[in-house]
């Protein structure tokens, strides 16, 4: 499994590519307005951080202007990812990025038979958002197992890239039902190697060591 950090913050990024687990980043407007930067210069930085990709999303949502967006961004890096919404135009748009070369991630995905479409048309990557069905009361993680089932029937290369993950335990659940990626918080991926026992167990092994001195 892949993991991506869910981050506009350049901080972030580079503590997690420093630690050499980071395979990607995907960003979306909510993450970039948070940082308060031009989003072009940010998407830059990323991409001068890591050679994974690094999904920038489209805010228009008319098929002609999404795509002067998405040219605009793919001249910024190679490996910029055009993230486009999962409506009509979103869909229509794919078709032209697909026809054009444009890699794309299909975002807001929320059942499996938007992502069986984003997938007959083309799209690299597939963004189902689990956290948000959880807490709608739905079974965020369901949606994986379908999709997985559904890009194995047919022999699909679009990849599951899990999104919406709220903590470690969707980070493990989607990686058992087969989610090609994970995009995460920072929050979430600085606990995946985190666990008292370890913090104690060296805790112990230093005071010890301390001993025999
Ligand atoms: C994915 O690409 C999205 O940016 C993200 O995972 C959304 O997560 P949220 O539902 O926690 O905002």
Excluded at 40 to 46: F, K, W
Excluded at 109 to 138: H, M, N, T, W, Y
């Amino acid at each position: 499994m892949k993991f991506f950090l869910d981050t506009a913050n350049i901080d972030q990024i580079k503590a997690a590519n420093d630690m050499g687990i980071l395979d990607g980043v995907t960003t979306n407007p909510s993450l970039v307005a948070r940082e308060g930067k031009d989003f072009r210069t940010l998407v830059e930085q990323i991409c001068r951080i890591t050679s994974g990709p690094v999904s920038a999303e489209v805010v228009s949502t008319e098929c002609r202007a999404m795509m002067t967006e998405a040219r605009e961004l793919r001249q910024i890096a190679p490996n910029v990812i055009i993230k486009l919404p999962t409506i009509a135009e979103g869909i229509k748009a794919l078709k032209i990025c697909v026809a054009e070369e444009i890699p794309v991630n299909m975002t807001l995905v929320f059942q499996p038979l938007q992502a069986l479409i984003v997938a007959k048309v083309g799209a690299k990557f597939c963004s189902p958002f689990l956290g948000r069905l959880d807490d709608i009361g739905e079974d965020g993680m369901k949606l994986i197992h379908d999709m997985r089932q559904i890009y194995d029937n047919y022999m699909f290369e679009t990849e599951i890239l899990a999104a919406s993950l709220r903590h470690p335990f969707h980070v493990l659940e989607a990686a058992k039902a087969g989610a090609d990626i994970g995009t995460m918080p920072y929050s979430v991926f600085e606990q995946l190697w985190k666990h008292p026992l370890t913090d104690l167990g060296l805790e112990k092994f230093l005071s010890d060591w301390k001993k025999l001195k």
